[in-house]
C-alpha cells in the first residue's frame, strides 16, 4: 500500500510522515531536501537552476516509486511525483521561471514514468494558510527557504486547491492550521481516526 503526504512548503509534510510511520509501523520515504545539490542554487537564481532542481526532484521521485510498487510493506511518502510536478513544475512555468521548451521536454519525460506507475491508495492533503506556512518555514531556520515570497507561497496554494478539487484518487482533507498534531496528542488523533475510518473501517 502507499500512501503520500501532501502541501505546500512548511505545511508539516516530513512530521506528519514520521509520526505515522512511528504510529502503524509503515516504512517511511522522505523528499530529497537535504541532500539535493540543486536546492540552495534554486533559491539563490530560480531561473537559473529551476530545470535542473526540477528534473532531480523527478529522477528521485521515481526512482521511490519504482521502490514502493516492488514493496510488499506500506510506504508512506513525503510529497508525492504528482505534486511535484502539477504543482511546482506548473507554477514556475506560469511565472516565467521555467520555458516552455524545457517544460515539454519535462512533461514528456514525466508522462513516460507516470505510465509505469499509479496512484498512491490515499493521499493526505495538508491544507496551510501562508501566515502559517510562514511561521513554521521561520520556525525551522533553512537558510535557502527564508528568501521565498509571500506571492509564491500563496501562488503554490491556489495550485494545490485547484489540484487537490480535481484529483482522482483517494484523499483526506487536513485542515492543518487549526491542528497542531505534533504537540496535542488529540490532534494526532483526529488524522488517525479519519485514515482508520478510511482504510480499515475502525469508525
Known amino acids: 500500500m502507499h500512501i503520500g503526504i501532501a502541501g505546500n512548503i512548511g505545511s508539516g509534510k516530513t512530521t506528519l510522515t514520521r509520526m505515522l510511520a ?20 534554486y533559491y539563490s537564481d530560480i531561473k537559473r537552476w529551476c530545470f535542473n532542481l526540477e528534473i532531480f526532484f ?22 508525492t511525483i504528482l505534486e511535484g510536478v502539477h504543482i511546482f513544475v506548473t507554477n514556475n512555468l506560469a ?13 514528456e519525460l514525466f508522462g513516460t514514468m507516470l505510465s509505469l506507475v499509479q ?4 493521499l493526505i492533503y495538508l491544507r496551510s494558510s501562508v501566515p502559517q ?9 533553512r537558510n535557502y527557504e527564508q528568501s521565498i515570497s509571500l506571492d ?8 494545490y486547491e485547484k489540484w487537490i478539487a480535481d484529483y482522482p484518487g483517494t484523499v ?5 492550521d487549526n491542528l497542531d498534531f505534533e504537540n496535542r496528542p488529540e490532534d ?10 478510511l482504510l480499515f473501517g475502525l469508525f
Open 22 to 41: 512511528e504510529y502503524y509501523g509503515w516504512t517511511p520515504k522522505f523528499e530529497a531536501v537535504t541532500y539535493n545539490p540543486y536546492l540552495e542554487d
Open 58 to 79: 523527478l529522477v528521485k521521485r521515481f526512482k521511490d516509486l519504482l521502490e514502493i510498487r516492488k514493496s510488499e510493506k506500506v510506504i508512506i511518502q513525503d510529497r
Open 95 to 107: 511565472i516565467g521561471n521555467l520555458s516552455q521548451r524545457d517544460y515539454d521536454t519535462f512533461m
Open 119 to 122: 496512484l498512491p491508495d490515499l
Open 133 to 141: 506556512l510562514v511561521g513554521k518555514i521561520q520556525k525551522r531556520g
Open 152 to 159: 509564491y507561497l500563496g501562488g503554490l496554494n491556489e495550485r
Open 172 to 176: 483526506i482533507i487536513v485542515d492543518a
Open 188 to 197: 494526532f488523533n483526529h488524522i488517525t481516526n479519519r485514515i482508520d475510518s
